[in-house]
């Protein structure tokens, strides 16, 4: 049986809930990543995504220019557009049991935490498209 365990990307990047929108983006950008698992005095407490950071942002017909949003985003903290109660998955649960979380909920990973609530790793769509790939593709 495969686990999530098996498929997720341990040690993840996280950000700190009193952390800016802006530094947000920036480690979105420049590690090309979608998400981002939200710390507390560096324990887990939610996650932020690239889509919750666009729906928090003042939208083009906002009379704010370029460099107003961009004040505006560098004193909006992380916690104001955090998702602060995240589906998540223990690293024991069997794959088919996250692919069918992720499917039910329309959602694009999760975040895995153990026993005591410990961020361990993400399953992303991409993790179970690898882990697909893997068990689908004949041994040489």
């Known amino acids: 049986m495969h686990t999530v365990k098996d498929w997720m990307t341990p040690s993840p990047i996280t950000i700190a809930d009193n952390a800016s929108i802006i530094e947000a983006m920036h480690i979105m950008k420049e590690k090309n990543i979608r998400r981002l ?33 961009h004040y505006v985003l560098s004193k909006a903290v992380v916690k104001d557009a955090m ?27 999760l975040c895995v935490t153990d026993r005591e609530n410990r961020l361990v790793g993400l399953l992303t769509v991409t993790n179970l498209m690898e882990a697909l790939i893997a068990i689908c593709t004949p041994a040489p």
Request: glycine residues 6%; aromatic residues 6%.
């Open 83 to 109: 998702n602060p109660h995240p589906l998540t998955i223990a690293p024991e649960a069997p794959l088919c049991e996250a692919a069918r979380v992720i499917h039910d909920n329309k959602l694009y990973g």
């Open 37 to 69: 698992p939200v710390t507390c005095d560096g324990i887990f407490c939610g996650l932020i995504t690239d889509r919750m950071i666009k729906e928090f942002t003042p939208g083009q017909s906002s009379a704010m220019d370029t460099w107003e949003v």
